[in-house]
């Protein structure tokens, strides 16, 4: 069960944040949403916050982007895409080899987890972040540049890791 | 040589459709929604396949334990054009058939059954 009081005071959570959560929390509940459809659901709303980033005029300049390497200009990217939706506390992009970069978030530091936020009571995973980040970050780029390549997010420990391919 | 488990799950899945005349298509899934192995046309989205299959399974699960109907056996959903059938595999997987309307129910079933058994052995 989670602290709710705990989890909003520490994560730093906004009442999106809260909304977001609780409620894909209990469609999860209900079984209606599972890691596959949370997959679908999130390219489809990657779409949306990139028209929505258009709308706005906040689309980022790709060659101001800082980033010698493609996995660099990724990272820099994801921090964009973070800072506009301020999914997550503490994250990193590492190098995994052979053109793979994997993602860790610290779990604990997680704003829209529907189960460590929303308190789903659900067997496997509900994240939406890797195949948000995959759609997104392809779309503001205009080409293919990220394929996620983990169904969704592993957990070891408090860290969750989703690991892409960085496509050339 | 031994035969992945991919190779083996395929087998079974092509077994199945050739033992039921009008199985057009067939997908085992992770409760999680995830296709672990399929048998699908081309114009069929897996992904789509796997998270709705895996929904309609957990719901109908579900609505069985609030309604008092016991332990979900099959789901199947009947169409002008033909049948979903969804069973599980165990506590971790499902099966997913897509069947013309011209099939024998009594045939479905009974070759469904030990489909999901030698399934069973491998997940």
């Given at each position: 069960m989670v602290d709710l009081k705990k989890v909003v005071i520490e994560r730093g959570l906004n009442p999106y944040h809260s909304f977001f959560a609780s409620f894909f929390a209990g469609l999860g509940e209900l079984g209606m949403l599972n890691q596959g459809s949370i997959n679908i659901v999130a390219k489809r709303a990657a779409e949306y916050l990139y028209a929505y980033l258009d709308a706005k005029e906040i689309l980022p300049d790709l060659n101001a982007v800082p980033g010698e390497t493609k996995a660099e200009l990724i990272k820099n990217l994801i921090l964009y895409v973070n800072k506009i939706l301020?999914?997550?506390g503490e994250y990193d992009l590492q190098d995994a080899g052979d053109d793979k970069v994997v993602l860790l978030i610290e779990g604990t530091t997680c704003?829209?987890?529907?189960?460590?936020?929303?308190g789903a009571a659900v067997k496997g995973t509900l994240c939406p972040i890797p195949s948000l980040l995959e759609s997104l970050i392809n779309l503001i780029a205009q080409k293919d540049m990220l394929e996620l390549i983990t169904t969704g997010i592993e957990k070891e420990g408090s860290t969750c890791k989703a690991y892409f391919k960085v496509l050339s | 040589m031994v035969p992945t488990i991919s190779a083996q799950l395929d087998a079974i899945l092509n077994d199945f459709e050739r033992s039921v005349p009008h199985v057009q298509a067939t997908a085992v899934v992770s409760t999680?929604?995830?296709?672990?192995?399929s048998r699908l046309?081309?114009?069929?989205?897996e992904d789509r396949i796997g998270a709705m299959g895996a929904a309609i399974l957990s719901i109908s699960s579900r609505s069985g334990d609030e309604l008092d109907r016991?332990?979900?056996?099959r789901v199947l959903i009947e169409g002008t054009n033909g049948y979903i059938l969804i069973r599980s595999i165990g506590e971790f997987a499902i099966l997913v058939a897509l069947v013309e309307k011209e099939v024998r129910l009594g045939m479905l079933f009974y070759e469904c059954k030990n489909c999901i058994e030698k399934l069973s052995e491998i997940l």
């Open positions: 301020s999914m997550v704003r829209i987890c529907p189960k460590g936020v929303g | 999680d929604g995830l296709v672990i192995a046309p081309k114009d069929v989205e016991g332990e979900m056996t």
